[in-house]
């Protein structure tokens, strides 16, 4: 984590000039206090930036960001100012420490593996997911075309079956 700290330090910098907004996503409260100021000064110096968002999953845990999602839901109506029957999937999603983030398009999986461990459970859930046998430090420009290529290859259907799509497209 030292490492982390003195990264962070160095780098938030270099994000800032370049218009870079950084959002770390995933449960700090484990990090010491300095790594978490270092977060919330490198957050604060780079909140306002509208180029590029860098996010960054330290200790993220998809299982772990719908569970604080539900926390949060759940306090807001201990403290009545939301009622059970107003959650929905929509305000579930802006509980979520990934609310800015856009869904998942393209989730590439290397080293073999078949699962996506515990990674962006809700985000992913209509994301075209592509397996290759490469380990991500062989995984080079080549790798990411043939995954590119294999995603637009494919027919995007948002959890419908190929008909129901075409039928909305004729409405």
Partial sequence: MDLFVTVLSREARRLHKNGVRLKIIGDT????ENLRDKIASAEA???QNEGMTLNIAANYGGQWDIAQ??????QLIED????SGAVNESLVEKCLTTSEMPQVDLLIRTS??????NFMLWQAAY???YFTEQFWPDFDEQSLSDAIAWYVSRERR?????DQIKAMMKQ
């Fill in 29 to 32: 409260s484990r990090f010491s």
């Fill in 45 to 47: 110096m780079t909140a």
């Fill in 69 to 74: 999602a539900a926390k949060r839901i759940a």
């Fill in 80 to 83: 009545g100012k939301l009622v």
């Fill in 112 to 117: 073999g593996e078949c699962r996506i461990s």
């Fill in 127 to 129: 994301a075209e997911f």
């Fill in 158 to 162: 948002f959890g419908c079956t190929g």
